[in-house]
C-alpha cells in the first residue's frame, strides 16, 4: 500500500446509527495521533454528526462520496488506509466501493451478514492479493467471535501438538441485544434473491459456498444448519437454532480454506442456541425455532412482510443507549482434535451484540489494520477476521473489554 496517505481511516456511512456509534468508540479509544475522517453522501449530515461526537473528533476532516458515485469512492479509497463502511445492505451498496479498495491497494471492513455479497467478492481475491488489499469482511457480531473463536482453539491446539481440530461447535449460551434494523434489511434483500434466483438458493444454501476452493472441500451434506430442537448427547444439552449460523459457518470455514485448510481437513463446524438441560428446555428451544422460521416466512411474502415492517425496525434505527449498554453475549466453542483432545473456548462481551459491541469489534478492527501493520500476516485479498488481522486483533479486543479464553476440557 502506498504510504502517506491524507487518512487512515475512513468511517464510511458515519451518519447511520451504528456508523455513529463506530466513529463514537473511534474518539474515545484511539490514539490521538490517528488520522479519521468521516465519510458519507450528505455533508450536512456528516457536520451534524461531527458535532455531535465526543472533543477529539471536532477536527475530523469530512468525505462526501455515494455508494453508487464510483469515481467519489476511489477517490475517497485512493486518500485512505482503511475504509471501515457501515453502509449496507451490501449486495445492493457494497460492491463498487469493495472495487475502488481493491483499484487503490485500500484495506477495508465490514458488518456484512451476507453470503451473496462475499460470494460475488471473493472472485476478486486474487486481484485483491495482488494490489496489497485486504478486503476483511465481517468484523462485527458477525463474525468476529465465531472467527477468532475458532482460530483461538486451533492456535492452541497447535501449542499443545493435539492435533488437527474435528468436531467443533459454538454453543450461545446467553445473549440479550435488539433486533438490528440493518440486519433485518439484508435478510430481505437475500430472502428477495433466493426466491427468484435458484443459483442465489443454492448458493445460500451451500455450507462451503464461501470457501477459496469449492472443489476442494466436502459436499456438505453432513454440516448442515440446525433448523429445529433437539438434545445433543456430546454437549449433554438441548440445543436450537442460532440465528446468524447460516452466516457465521460459511466465515469459520472460509478461514479454514484460506489458511490451506490448516484447521484440519476433517474440520466439522456447525452454530447452535443452547437451550439447557431443564423440563422447558425443549419447548424453549421448538418457541425459538417457530419464531425463526415464521421470520423468514413472513418477509417472504408481501402481505405479512408489510405487517412485519410495522414492528420490525428499520435501518438506521436502534435502541436506546441504556438498553445497548445492558446487552451481553456469551458463549462457548467445543472442539475435539484429531488426538482425542478437547478444548472449549470462551467468548464473550458486554453490550448490545449488533450496537455497543459490534462498535468496539468494529473500531479495534479498523485500528488493527491501520495502525498494526507490522504484526498483521502477510497476506491480502478477500479475507476474514481471522486470516486478516488472527492474534494482533484478539489482543486489542481482550485489550478492549472482550473475553477470549481457551481451556482443555479434562471431558
Known amino acids: 500500500m502506498p504510504e502517506n496517505r491524507t487518512h487512515d481511516i475512513v468511517v464510511f456511512g458515519a451518519t447511520g446509527f451504528v456508523g455513529k456509534l463506530l466513529a463514537g468508540y473511534l474518539a474515545e479509544h484511539a490514539p490521538s495521533d490517528t488520522k479519521i475522517a468521516l465519510g458519507g453522501r450528505s455533508k450536512e449530515k456528516l457536520e451534524k454528526t461531527r458535532a455531535d461526537l465526543p472533543q477529539a473528533a471536532r477536527d475530523w476532516p469530512l468525505v462526501v462520496a455515494d455508494s453508487s458515485d464510483a469515481e467519489a469512492l476511489a477517490a475517497m479509497a485512493r486518500d485512505t488506509q482503511v475504509v471501515a463502511t457501515t453502509v449496507g445492505p451490501y449486495r445492493k451498496y457494497g460492491k463498487a466501493l469493495v472495487d475502488a479498495c481493491i483499484e487503490a491497494g485500500t484495506d477495508y471492513c465490514d458488518l456484512t451478514g ?10 476478486r481475491h486474487d ?32 501449542q499443545d501438538d493435539a492435533g488437527d481440530l474435528e468436531d467443533t461447535k459454538l454453543v450461545v449460551t446467553a445473549m440479550k441485544g435488539a433486533p438490528s434494523g440493518g440486519t433485518i434489511d439484508s435478510m430481505k434483500v437475500t430472502i428477495d434473491e433466493v426466491t427468484k434466483d435458484k443459483a442465489s438458493r443454492r448458493t445460500v444454501g451451500d455450507p462451503y459456498a464461501l470457501s477459496l476452493d469449492r472443489s476442494a472441500e466436502p459436499d456438505g451434506r453432513d454440516e448442515g444448519d ?11 444439552q438441548w440445543v436450537g437454532p442460532f440465528v446468524m449460523a447460516t452466516y457465521n459457518t460459511r466465515i469459520v470455514r472460509r478461514s479454514n480454506s484460506l489458511l490451506d485448510h490448516a484447521y484440519g481437513r476433517n474440520f466439522r463446524y456447525q ?41 420490525l425496525p428499520d435501518p438506521g434505527q436502534g435502541p436506546s443507549e441504556e438498553a445497548r449498554r445492558k446487552g451481553f453475549f456469551k458463549m462457548k466453542i467445543h472442539t475435539r482434535t484429531s488426538s482425542g483432545a478437547r478444548y472449549v473456548a470462551r467468548v464473550a462481551a458486554q453490550g448490545d451484540p449488533g450496537y455497543n459491541a459490534t462498535a468496539v469489534m468494529m473500531g479495534e478492527s479498523a485500528l488493527c489494520l491501520a495502525l498494526d501493520r507490522d504484526k498483521l500476516p502477510d497476506r491480502a485479498g478477500v479475507l476474514t477476521p481471522a486470516t486478516a488481522m488472527n492474534g494482533a486483533l484478539i489482543d486489542r479486543l481482550k485489550a478492549a473489554g472482550m473475553t477470549f479464553e481457551v481451556e482443555r476440557d479434562p471431558a
Do not use: C, W
Open 114 to 123: 451476507e453470503v451473496l455479497f462475499v460470494n460475488q467478492t471473493k472472485e
Open 226 to 236: 440446525r433448523r429445529g430442537v433437539g438434545r445433543d448427547e456430546d454437549l449433554g
Open 127 to 158: 486481484e485483491a492479493a495482488q494490489n496489497g488489499a485486504r478486503i476483511v469482511h465481517s468484523v462485527g457480531f458477525d463474525s468476529i467471535p465465531s472467527d477468532l473463536g475458532v482460530y483461538l482453539l486451533y492456535e492452541t491446539a497447535k
Open 271 to 311: 452454530e447452535v442456541t443452547g437451550m439447557g438441560t431443564g423440563p422447558l428446555a425443549p419447548a424453549k428451544g421448538a418457541a425459538l425455532a417457530g419464531g425463526l422460521g415464521a421470520l423468514a416466512g413472513g418477509l417472504a411474502f408481501p402481505l405479512t412482510r408489510k405487517v412485519l415492517d410495522r414492528v
